[in-house]
């Protein structure tokens, strides 16, 4: 079989695979009872159908296509302005749009892009600037509904779709580091392997035993003797699979921890990012976090949960290290997520 059968046989996969998928996550929308998709059906479904696509093609070869489609680098930058068309979608048919935080994501969307066109070299500064900015977004929530662009009396985002930035934050990634800037050993297949299973489990039963006495004993971790039902945990799995541990992996196995290692190695650059990786988690709030007052606001921080999630980084960029597959290392993000929010916290 030639390559271009090969890429056809692929991205048809990922046509049929994408179908199913979404009639999954609607039947989960509704287990879960998402409001939005009973009171704005049409411009919920539209809009995550085309938030998804961008997540989902690119696992499948899809960049390649893209590139071939779009030889010309100011064609490429201006296609990155397609990537925000989910937010217009969503929020013009309720009345809920806000220019300021369309042209936030248009901004975002197409000076990353011509950044990373310009500057080709990986591992600059350049690199630095797009992770602080998509950092910002989805890990500190620079454009959730408690942002900096909220205004009083408004959200930005419908009641349960916040995560929406965050994917298309993970969109924008993809496109610049797969289509503008192409980064070698990023990993981003969503092809299954058996590897990635064996990797991703081995690595989640190294990290239980050191997480649970650990956890035990700060007060972080508190067993729930109920237990799920049947159908909740499949779901939460992959949920978690889709929705935070895929975006996460790629921002900080993917990306930081591949190009870090261009400068620091494959340890030194392993130890940064789970680092980096924990302390993206400080403000999650809690009733035991440290508190400190500067400029007139309290910051609080989790330190808690730095630690264990910095610990966590180390596995989880451990099964990112073996083959460079991120599948591998969200599997043993998602088993760690799945198995906490559903018995541990």
């Known amino acids: 079989m030639s390559g271009g059968e090969a890429s056809s046989r692929r991205l048809a996969l990922a046509g049929v695979s994408y179908c199913a998928l979404l009639v999954i996550f609607w039947l989960i929308a509704r287990f879960f009872h998402l409001r939005q998709l009973v009171e704005h059906p049409v411009s919920t479904f539209v809009s995550f159908a085309l938030l998804f696509a961008p997540y989902w093609f690119f696992g499948f070869g ?27 979608v969503l929020s013009l048919p309720r009345g809920e749009f806000h220019w300021s935080l369309a042209a936030t994501l248009l901004g ?29 977004v989805i890990d500190l929530g620079l454009l959730n509904t408690s942002g900096p662009l909220a205004i009083p009396g408004t959200t930005l985002w419908p009641p349960g779709l916040g995560g929406i ?17 192409p980064v070698g050993g990023i990993g981003y297949d969503l092809v299954p392997h058996l590897s990635d299973l064996k990797t991703g489990l081995r690595e989640f039963a190294f990290y239980a035993p050191i997480v649970l006495p650990v956890g035990f004993l700060l007060g972080f971790l508190h067993f729930h003797h109920g237990m799920p039902r049947p159908f909740e945990v499949p779901a939460a799995w992959i949920f978690t699979f889709v929705f935070v541990a895929m975006p996460e992996e790629l921002f900080f196995r993917g990306l930081m921890q591949n190009l870090l290692e261009r400068r620091l190695g494959r340890y ?78």
């Open 165 to 181: 930035p965050k994917m298309m934050m993970m969109n924008v990634a993809l496109y610049g580091y797969l289509v503008i800037k």
């Open 268 to 345: 030194g650059a392993l130890l940064v990012a789970s680092i980096l990786f924990g302390l993206s988690h400080f403000n999650k709030r809690s009733a035991n976090d440290l508190l400190f007052h500067m400029a007139g606001a309290t910051i609080s921080f989790n330190w808690r949960y730095v630690l264990l999630a910095s610990i966590a980084g180390l596995f989880y960029g451990r099964a990112w290290m073996e083959k460079r597959r991120l599948f591998a290392s969200s599997i043993t993000h998602t088993s760690v997520d799945t198995v906490w929010s559903l018995w541990f916290r």
């Open 108 to 136: 975002i969307s197409v000076l990353i892009s011509a950044a990373l066109q310009k500057w080709q070299q990986p591992a600059n500064w350049a690199d630095l600037a797009v992770l602080a900015v998509a950092g910002l």
């Open 62 to 88: 899809a960049a390649a296509w893209v590139r071939r489609a779009l030889p010309g680098a100011g064609a490429r930058i201006a296609a990155a302005a397609l990537l925000t068309a989910p937010y217009f």
